[in-house]
């Protein structure tokens, strides 16, 4: 199976586990066989790999998830990282054209694109294997995987099919309903869009070279900037007359927020917590290190992280971008392809970071302008280049870097290191990269 | 006016502000004429010197709270402090031996005593200055004030009075009823033991003389250790024949729980807290730095410090003790003589501490056997000292302090350090101090 799995959605509403740099799926809630916490995108890897062992598995993402994907995932998955965000259009040819032009996937074999964010059981992959053999038939085009719906829900696409079989044509497509519409959609049998798609590599690669101007994977990269934002939906979808649809009556929760996130996570309380009895229908989350008492709580959701700390009703989960909006966007923990990044203390001209490596991880060799930076070692051994001199640094050691001075440090094995950052305009952007 | 101010109960029923080192009573939650913040030893100073300009305070105290009173009130207290805890009895003794033999008061003045804690109106003061009036008159060896109660409360002692007049003579005292007789109790116009006493100092020392066997101040605080653990009530008060009370019937709260002091703190918001409109009778207080977003709050309380986060509907926040002694003791915020002290980070061999100092304190000269520690200057100019040697620093400076290394610094301007503790066995008994 190829399956290019669409990582987006760098969105707030399960703040404050997510934030601007780190989007939902990366959230640890859920456990894997051996009891393990897990992701959503660890998740949803071991569900496909459990599936289909030789299974190919492209990431389509932005730059900013590149880092925790790697983090998470490790090698065992290509990342087609988009210069920017244009939609899903852009991306799945993107990664199309990286399958075929980098990866050497033959343009008859298929392809199926899903979302990495519905909850979902084993079967649901089960089924999007399925998919592989309606498109070896060429009886379609385009063959999609629709959700039985549950409900006539207001916030899905509804899918109307011809027929009632498992496999059918296609009659139209419809925009999100108001429940009275959706209530006859259901009359109708229809599936809500849950966004898999599946095709031959050759037929989606044909079809864009007949709206984009590009010649490979590479000349689309640096065109990619220049692309109309536009979802798979709207540019080929909709507008594809020869496309099926097999029904999936499986388990699909969408987690989009911290209501629905509350039923499917492993535990009701995650971290350092106390609940008592009087607490009902409750679920904490704590990633601070500090203690959270919780007395008398009925249906409510407590998460705290050091971006900051939501005590809501469940019901009103669902209300809190506004809320949200207003708070500063400095994400306070951030996952790096080279270990962990949490802010510990923020003053005027200062902020403490403490940071931590995993053996054999290694920053980029990197300076800042605005800024000098101490370095206490306060466990492991790592290798440090300062300007050029390379030095073996211990617990205890302590590394000043003056602004300007170009630097970057290895763990030897696991590494933290408390960083102390000192300057009138202390910035992420503030960084300069070099090759050693 | 001379008043001894009790101010004991490391208590953490106002968790995670109050802990075992800082009382509810140095909380800053209520403002004064001016709208700034106010704990309520601060709060209390303020009433007692708007009734009496001339008022002698002293502040009879454990020597874990002195720093935290010397940082809040400065010089314009004395504080008394007992080198340990051995209940009211001792701790007024030992105050009225100061006064005496210290400070000089004359065994003609009339002292009152008064506990730091309940939440009262100006008025009260001008109640206790009316005590001062009463001794005088030298109709009883003890003048209490008793507060009218509000409610049939089994939570106080109760005050008997032979008569219904503002000052009566004192029937009996009875300990804390069950509600049934408190109801009976308040049909005889009954009071609430509010522990005001007033009295002659020489009235008090001669009693005590007979009790204990001291010579002055000096000799008692070295004896302090040997006496018997016992109250005022108990000791000196139930035992009087010659007694005599004043009624007292304007505002006074006991700040015990989280939903007591709800009603009377200032605002019902503080700190870096968002709201919904749909919250209703929820106060929330923030002292981290992090932002708190509540939704759908309906009678609770949320309070966050460095030691911990309470969630709690209002009227569990009675029952939170079992919880809040399940957790470390170690307190994460200490307000100390020279500033405070700040944990911002823990991990297994290493702390990261915030210090904040205001121009002008000083730490005392000390070493630590078992840790390093890396100070990084953050903000502001001090004259540090390392094992015999003076250094100006400033942010920026970095000061490597290994472990037996004596050192202290002085703050010449508001100063920010960032410390990191490397070690071992990383703890606050790890001091020794010495003479400059």
Redesign the interface.
């Known amino acids: 199976m190829n399956i290019i799995l669409l990582s987006g959605g760098s969105g707030k509403r399960l703040?404050?586990l997510s934030n601007d740099i780190r989007s939902k799926q990366f959230i640890k809630l859920f456990r894997d066989e051996q009891g393990n916490y897990e992701s959503m995108v660890q998740r949803v890897y071991r569900q496909i790999t459990s599936v289909d062992k030789e299974a190919t598995i492209t990431i389509a993402t932005s730059k900013s998830q590149a880092s925790a994907i790697k983090n998470q995932l490790g090698d065992k998955v290509s990342i087609c990282v988009e210069p920017c965000r244009r939609d899903t259009f852009p991306a799945i040819l993107l990664s199309a054209a990286y399958l075929h032009d980098e990866a050497g996937v033959d343009e008859d074999e298929c392809v199926v694109v899903c979302p990495v964010d519905p909850y979902v059981d084993d079967e649901y992959y089960e089924s999007v294997e399925k998919l592989e053999g309606l498109v070896a038939k060429n009886t379609a085009n385009l063959t999609l995987m629709g959700v039985e719906p549950s409900y006539p829900s207001e916030k899905y696409g509804y899918i109307i099919p011809k027929g009632n079989g498992d496999v059918s044509e296609v009659l139209e497509f419809k925009e999100k309903p108001d429940t009275e519409t959706a209530k006859k959609y259901l009359e109708q049998k229809a599936l809500w869009n849950a966004g898999v798609f599946a095709f031959r590599l050759g037929f989606l690669l044909e079809k864009a070279h007949s709206m984009v101007e590009f010649e490979d994977y590479r000349d689309l990269y640096a065109k990619y900037e220049n692309l109309q934002k536009i979802s798979f939906d709207y540019a080929v979808v909709e507008k594809e007359p020869s496309i099926q649809v097999m029904r999936y009556s499986g388990a699909w929760k969408d987690v989009g927020t911290w209501n629905m996130m509350a039923e499917v996570m492993a535990d009701d309380i995650k971290g350092n917590v106390?609940k008592?009895d009087?607490c009902e229908n409750t679920q904490i989350i704590?990633e601070?290190?500090?203690?959270?008492?919780?007395?008398?709580?009925?249906d409510?959701v407590?998460a705290?992280s050091?971006?900051?700390?939501?005590?809501?009703?469940k019901?009103?989960?669902g209300?809190?971008k506004p809320?949200?909006e207003?708070?500063?966007n400095d994400a306070?923990y951030v996952e790096k392809s080279w270990g962990t990044y949490t802010v510990?203390?923020?003053?005027?001209?200062?902020m403490?970071v403490?940071i931590t490596m995993s053996a054999g991880q290694e920053m980029s060799y990197h300076s800042h302008d605005y800024r000098?930076e101490?370095w206490?070692i306060?466990?492991g051994q790592g290798k440090a280049i300062v300007d050029g001199m390379e030095q073996v640094v211990r617990?205890?050691d302590?590394l000043?870097i003056a602004a300007g001075c170009r630097h970057t440090i290895k763990a030897e094995t696991n590494l933290?290191i408390?960083e102390?950052q000192?300057g009138e305009s202390i910035s992420v952007e503030d960084k300069h990269k070099f090759d050693m």
Not at 292 to 298: D, F, H, Y
Not at 344 to 350: A, E, G, P, W
């Open positions: 703040w404050p106390i008592d009087t704590n601070l290190n500090l203690p959270i008492i919780c007395m008398g709580c009925k409510m407590i705290a050091t971006d900051g700390i939501l005590v809501t009703d019901e009103r989960s209300y809190m809320y949200v207003k708070i500063s306070m510990i203390d923020v003053q005027t001209n200062s403490t403490k000098d101490v206490t306060v466990s617990t205890g302590v000043t933290d408390i102390v000192l």
